[in-house]
T-cell receptor, first 116, second 114 residues
Framework: AQTVTQSQPEMSVQEAETVTLSCTYD???????LFWYKQPPSRQMILVIR??????QNATENRFSVNFQKAAKSFSLKISDSQLGDTAMYFC?????????????FGQGTRLTINP | KAGVTQTPRYLIKTRGQQVTLSCSPI?????VSWYQQTPGQGLQFLFE???????NKGNFPGRFSGRQFSNSRSEMNVSTLELGDSALYLC?????????????FGEGSWLTVV
C-alpha cells in the first residue's frame, strides 16, 4: 500500500518569504500522480499543483512550484513571495489509477502560517 | 461552472441513528468519491463511484455505504452511528478519464454524533 509522509506538522514564515514544504511517499509503482492541496479555515480542499510521475519537468503554477525527485520519492512544494492568504493546511497526496478507478492517499498535512 | 455541492453542511445526530449525505458533482464529471477527515486519522478514502457503479472502497465497516444516481449525483449513508463517526465528510468529483484527472472537492458536511 502507498503511504505519504509529511514530516513538518507546522511551519511559520513572514510574508513575502519563500517556504518549502516536504513530502515523501512510498510506492512500487512507476506511473502515478502527485498533488498538493490546500485547506484553508473554510475546510474546502483546493488544488494547488499537480505532477505526473512520467514527466521529469517540475510543475509550476504562478508562485507555487514543486521539486519532484522520483528516485528519492520526494515531492516538495515551494511557495515564493508568500502571502497572508497562503495560510492553510497543506496536504500532499498520491494517486494511482487502477482499471480506471482513482483514489487519493493523503499525508497528515502541514499547517502553514504566514505572518504579517 | 458550479463546483461540487454538498448538503447538508452541518448536522448533529444521536448515537444509533443513521444519516444520509448528498453530493452534486461538477457538471460533466462522472466520478464521485467520498473521504472522511478526522483529527486522529486524517483524510481517509471511503469509496468511489463511476456511472452508478462502486469501483473502489476504502477500509471502512459495512455501516458506511453509498450510491450514485444516473445524473452522477451521489449519496452516502452511515447507519447505527457511533461517536467515532464524527467527522468532516468530503465529496469530490472528477472527469476520471483514466489519466489521473484532478479531483475537485466540495466544502464538506460536518457530522457530529452525540
Amino acid at each position: 500500500a502507498q503511504t505519504v509522509t509529511q514530516s513538518q506538522p507546522e511551519m511559520s514564515v513572514q510574508e513575502a518569504e519563500t517556504v518549502t514544504l516536504s513530502c515523501t511517499y512510498d510506492t512500487s509503482e512507476n506511473n502515478y500522480y502527485l498533488f498538493w492541496y490546500k485547506q484553508p479555515p473554510s475546510r474546502q480542499m483546493i488544488l494547488v499543483i499537480r505532477q505526473e510521475a512520467y514527466k521529469q519537468q517540475n510543475a509550476t503554477e504562478n508562485r507555487f512550484s514543486v521539486n519532484f525527485q522520483k528516485a528519492a520519492k520526494s515531492f516538495s512544494l515551494k511557495i515564493s513571495d508568500s502571502q497572508l492568504g497562503d495560510t492553510a493546511m497543506y496536504f500532499c497526496a498520491f494517486m494511482k489509477v487502477i482499471q480506471g478507478a482513482q483514489k487519493l492517499v493523503f499525508g497528515q498535512g502541514t499547517r502553514l502560517t504566514i505572518n504579517p | 461552472k458550479a463546483g461540487v455541492t454538498q448538503t447538508p453542511r452541518y448536522l448533529i445526530k444521536t448515537r444509533g441513528q443513521q444519516v444520509t449525505l448528498s453530493c452534486s458533482p461538477i457538471s460533466g464529471h462522472r466520478s464521485v468519491s467520498w473521504y472522511q477527515q478526522t483529527p486522529g486519522q486524517g483524510l481517509q478514502f471511503l469509496f468511489e463511484y463511476f456511472s452508478e457503479t462502486q469501483r473502489n472502497k476504502g477500509n471502512f465497516p459495512g455501516r458506511f455505504s453509498g450510491r450514485q444516481f444516473s445524473n452522477s449525483r451521489s449519496e452516502m449513508n452511515v447507519s447505527t452511528l457511533e461517536l467515532g463517526d464524527s467527522a468532516l465528510y468530503l465529496c469530490a468529483s472528477s472527469l476520471n478519464r483514466g489519466i489521473g484527472d484532478t479531483i475537485y472537492f466540495g466544502e464538506g458536511s460536518w457530522l457530529t454524533v452525540v
